[in-house]
């Protein structure tokens, strides 16, 4: 079943013709909250889904790396790029000798093909 925006027209798979309805129906009103309701939902879902992509990097790859710990390399080195450039001392110094050491360690087991 789908409802075209804008028009009273409810249309039923498999039919062609569309069932007009009176523009003040309470069925019309009703239809038409379920059609609002179910493209909120859905553009809902994808704007989550999409801001979540948005927001993944390699430091989600890594066991033990939070988005604590994620935010606070990227607040201080600004990008992937300057993580991996960086000296583990560096990074001991934001994160402490432990994630320093997975991250360090991760990164040098990493292909350059790999990078997002």
Known sequence: MGIAKNLEELFFPGDNVPLYLDKTSETLRLIQQMRDEAHRFGITFHRKKRSQQATLSLFDEIPGIGEKTKTALLSTFKSMKRVKEASIEEIEAVVGPSKAQKISVF?????????K
Do not use: M
């Not at 990164?107 to 990078?115: H, K, Y």
């Open 107 to 115: 990164l040098q087991g990493e292909a350059p093909s790999t990078t």
